[in-house]
T-cell receptor, first 109, second 114 residues
Framework: GQSLEQPSEVTAVEGAIVQINCTYQ??????LSWYQQHDGGAPTFLSY????GLEETGRFSSFLSRSDSYGYLLLQELQMKDSASYFC??????????FGTGTRLQVFP | EPEVTQTPSHQVTQMGQEVILRCVPI?????FYWYRQILGQKVEFLVS????????KSEIFDDQFSVERPDGSNFTLKIRSTKLEDSAMYFC????????????FGPGTRLTVL
């Protein structure tokens, strides 16, 4: 089967750094994406890794290790508005997204 | 500016009734996807559409589901006889500006089956 596992919940304070991990097992792999979803909202794209290494986009960075079937999302200088659910997603050989179990991030003042 | 709009934003229906969810992409993408998300759970793939044909469907997408592009612009997802377990958010998505690496999700339709 296909699975992407994430921690269910992470908490942190404003200004801190958090890392959300994702391990995957899929039949095909074209890249690992990260999406943010606020309560009642749609998933919004944050970052994408097709190759090993670190991608940086402002306060957010994403890392991929294809040999380990592992990636993470790093959020720096946390703000209250970062409180949301974060999903990793694999783009498979047919270009659909297979989503992870999701991590709920709570940022406290 | 949003690339995708969806209507209605919320649909309440009785079990056994038919519902039609609509999605209108702003740009004329060839690729198109429907996903659903049961409250508190992960987003699940339903069906993909390429060049006006279904290219792949998941095991969730059984005979009760159908997808069409009735007039060349908007897409519809029809559930023929709704069940309680069909209650979920339904999202349509298209690749961002033709880039298959990222997908833009519409705002979703919340379907409540009573």
């Amino acid at each position: 089967g296909q699975s992407l596992e994430q921690p269910s919940e992470v908490t942190a304070v404003e200004g801190a750094i958090v890392q959300i991990n994702c391990t995957y097992q899929t039949s095909g792999f074209y890249g690992l994406s990260w999406y943010q979803q606020h309560d009642g909202g749609a998933p919004t794209f944050l970052s994408y890794n097709a190759l090993d290494g670190l991608e940086e986009t402002g306060r957010f960075s994403s890392f991929l290790s294809r040999s380990d079937s592992y990636g993470y999302l790093l959020l720096q200088e946390l703000q209250m508005k970062d409180s949301a659910s974060y999903f990793c997603a694999v783009r498979d050989r047919t270009d659909k997204l297979i989503f992870g179990t999701g991590t709920r991030l709570q940022v406290f003042p | 500016e949003p690339e995708v709009t969806q209507t209605p934003s919320h649909q309440v229906t009785q079990m056994g009734q038919e519902v039609i969810l609509r999605c209108v992409p702003i740009s004329n993408h060839l690729y198109f996807y429907w996903y659903r998300q049961i409250l508190g759970q992960k987003v699940e793939f339903l069906v993909s559409f390429y060049n006006n044909e279904i290219s792949e469907k998941s095991e969730i997408f059984d005979d009760q589901f159908s997808v069409e592009r009735p007039d060349g612009s908007n897409f519809t997802l029809k559930i023929r006889s709704t069940k309680l377990e069909d209650s979920a958010m339904y999202f349509c998505a298209t690749p961002t500006s033709g880039d298959l690496d990222t997908q833009y999700f519409g705002p979703g339709t919340r379907l409540t089956v009573l």
